[in-house]
């Protein structure tokens, strides 16, 4: 068992490794027999938990990735749950051949990073006798239709925040919950109070950046020098840090959420920033997923590890259980005019949703065969082997290629992997064929990004 918290420290070299090995405290000689050095090479050992590494070992000049002392938000951040399920997540990267300014473009996730780049020629379609995704189990099929799909309205929201009493910020006036950024460009950001999210209080506003520092330089290196303003889709937008930054970078923005405390964050964060009024960021209370529904939404203590799959979280620090509206990403993007509309290009699609992601996927084919979509940042949490290889397959026939794999806060791993990952998606008959691909396999077993 490998435990992070604030204490012990040791250092090796210019790195920094805050680590406490199995449930009772030892000596430090006792604790590093039979590895050589300290306490890092235990992490080497151990798979399951690489990831802890990047969290808290910092290289020489730069504290960005971690050295906080946060034994209670650690504590609360993994609770009971199985270390393995909740390793970093994967992200990845696409190229577009129909973009003239992009030759290559990006796909992305959040427990792990990894990158999908389009391909440079056109992949076969899926058969319409194999589809990209399976359908969902009977508990995710829809109870009801929507027919509606509107953002909120932010300034109806806030006329009304102090009367919500779920808003943890109820009591509090606006100065109180004003941040500044230190990324680049930097942007005012509104926060949940310290009790109610210890995890974001306690970088943004001790740190000014996000712990997903690596996701932040992802979305910078997408962003920042595009030759026009394009659409970045945010789905499992949070307190609306992402969105937030890409406004901040010029581009109009479309952000999800189910958890409708988030959209008071994101409306208070635009109102600080002078765009409430401008119209370029809008976001949705709704979850996505295959088809129309309202569905069970279990929040915690973190709020970003809220999710419909309850058991992902440990029952002492599940809060609440929210009926929430759920909606098919094409349906919105039908109505919004995204595929239609190739005078705006949308540079990126940012997808974390806590082990949804499959079903968000289901409900996206339209959008995602489209090849509109240049960059996709994909958190990886899901452990259901068939579902990970049709997810995989789906995207690699629409045109993608993976870039990058990242951990959890989006520092790049396993690059060694990336080829091999490619060239097994080439081959791939079918996803079916993939299930038994240790390279696949690996997805269920670690939690990463994707780009």
Same mark, same amino acid.
């Given at each position: 068992?490998?435990?992070?918290?604030?204490?012990?420290?040791?250092?090796?070299?210019?790195?920094?490794?805050?680590?406490?090995?199995?449930?009772?405290?030892?000596?430090?000689?006792?604790?590093?027999?039979?590895?050589?050095?300290?306490?890092?090479?235990?992490?080497?050992?151990?798979?399951?938990?690489?990831?802890?590494?990047?969290?808290?070992?910092?290289?020489?000049?730069?504290?960005?990735?971690?050295?906080?002392?946060?034994? *209670?938000?650690?504590?609360?951040?993994?609770?009971?749950?199985?270390?393995?399920?909740?390793?970093?997540?994967?992200?990845?990267?696409?190229?577009?051949?129909?973009?003239?300014? !992009?030759?290559?473009? $990006?796909?992305?996730?959040? =427990?792990?990073?990894?990158?999908?780049?389009?391909?440079?020629?056109?992949?076969?379609?899926?058969?319409?006798?194999?589809?990209?995704?399976?359908?969902?189990?009977?508990?995710?099929?829809?109870?009801?239709?929507?027919?509606?799909?509107?953002?909120? *309205?932010?300034?109806?929201?806030?006329?009304?925040?102090?009367?919500?009493?779920?808003?943890?910020?109820?009591?509090?006036?606006?100065? =109180?919950?004003?941040?500044? $950024?230190?990324?680049?460009?930097?942007?005012?950001?509104?926060?949940?109070?310290?009790?109610?999210?210890?995890?974001?209080?306690?970088?943004?506003?001790?740190?000014?950046?996000?712990?997903?520092?690596?996701?932040?330089?992802?979305? !910078?290196?997408?962003?920042?020098?595009?030759?026009?303003?394009?659409?970045?889709?945010?789905?499992?937008?949070?307190?609306?840090?992402?969105?937030?930054?890409?406004?901040?970078?010029? !581009?109009?923005?479309?952000?999800?959420?189910?958890?409708?405390?988030? !959209?008071?964050?994101?409306?208070?964060?635009?109102?600080?920033?002078?765009?409430?009024?401008?119209?370029?960021?809008?976001?949705?209370?709704?979850?996505?997923?295959?088809?129309?529904?309202?569905?069970?939404?279990?929040?915690?203590?973190?709020?970003?590890?809220?999710?419909?799959?309850?058991?992902?979280?440990?029952?002492?620090?599940?809060?609440?259980?929210?009926?929430?509206?759920?909606?098919?990403?094409?349906?919105?993007?039908?109505?919004?005019?995204?595929?239609?509309?190739? *005078?705006?290009?949308?540079?990126?699609?940012?997808?974390?949703?806590?082990? +949804?992601? +499959?079903?968000?996927?289901?409900?996206?084919?339209?959008?995602?065969?489209?090849?509109?979509?240049?960059?996709?940042?994909?958190?990886?949490?899901?452990?259901?082997?068939?579902?990970? =290889?049709?997810?995989?397959?789906?995207?690699?026939? =629409?045109?993608?290629?993976?870039?990058?794999?990242?951990?959890?806060?989006?520092?790049?791993?396993?690059?060694?992997?990336?080829?091999?990952?490619?060239?097994?998606?080439?081959?791939?008959?079918?996803?079916? *064929?993939?299930?038994?691909?240790?390279?696949?396999?690996?997805?269920?077993?670690?939690?990463?990004?994707?780009?």
């Amino acid at each position: 068992t490998v435990n992070i918290m604030d204490k012990p420290t040791r250092r090796r070299g210019s790195r920094s490794v805050k680590l406490r090995i199995g449930r009772r405290k030892r000596k430090a000689e006792n604790s590093t027999s039979g590895c050589v050095g300290s306490r890092a090479i235990v992490i080497a050992c151990c798979n399951v938990m690489l990831w802890g590494v990047a969290l808290w070992a910092t290289s020489s000049g730069s504290d960005s990735y971690g050295q906080v002392a946060l034994d *209670s938000v650690l504590k609360s951040e993994l609770g009971t749950r199985n270390l393995r399920s909740e390793s970093p997540v994967t992200t990845a990267v696409a190229s577009n051949p129909s973009s003239p300014s !992009h030759d290559q473009t $990006t796909i992305a996730s959040t =427990a792990a990073s990894s990158v999908i780049q389009q391909q440079q020629e056109p992949k076969e379609q899926p058969q319409a006798s194999e589809p990209a995704v399976t359908e969902p189990t009977k508990a995710n099929k829809p109870g009801s239709q929507l027919e509606d799909i509107s953002p909120i *309205s932010c300034t109806q929201r806030l006329a009304n925040r102090k009367m919500d009493s779920t808003d943890p910020n109820q009591q509090l006036e606006q100065s =109180a919950f004003k941040h500044i $950024t230190v990324t680049d460009p930097s942007m005012y950001i509104s926060l949940h109070t310290a009790r109610f999210d210890e995890m974001r209080w306690a970088y943004i506003y001790n740190k000014g950046n996000y712990y997903e520092t690596g996701i932040t330089e992802q979305f !910078h290196s997408i962003l920042r020098n595009t030759p026009q303003p394009g659409l970045v889709i945010d789905v499992g937008m949070n307190i609306g840090w992402f969105a937030i930054y890409s406004r901040a970078m010029g !581009h109009k923005v479309v952000g999800f959420d189910p958890n409708p405390i988030m !959209h008071t964050r994101l409306c208070e964060s635009l109102a600080l920033n002078g765009w409430l009024e401008d119209n370029t960021v809008k976001s949705f209370a709704y979850g996505l997923g295959a088809e129309p529904a309202v569905l069970p939404f279990t929040t915690g203590k973190n709020p970003g590890k809220a999710s419909f799959f309850e058991d992902r979280m440990a029952k002492k620090y599940r809060k609440n259980k929210l009926e929430v509206p759920v909606v098919r990403l094409d349906d919105v993007a039908d109505q919004q005019g995204w595929i239609t509309d190739t *005078s705006t290009p949308i540079y990126l699609w940012k997808l974390d949703v806590e082990g +949804y992601e +499959y079903y968000v996927l289901e409900g996206s084919q339209k959008l995602l065969q489209s090849r509109r979509v240049q960059n996709i940042i994909l958190e990886n949490s899901n452990t259901d082997i068939q579902q990970v =290889a049709k997810m995989y397959n789906a995207i690699y026939r =629409a045109g993608y290629e993976i870039k990058m794999l990242s951990n959890w806060v989006g520092v790049t791993f396993r690059s060694e992997m990336v080829a091999p990952l490619n060239k097994i998606l080439a081959q791939a008959a079918s996803a079916e *064929s993939l299930l038994d691909k240790p390279e696949i396999v690996m997805f269920t077993e670690i939690g990463c990004n994707i780009w």
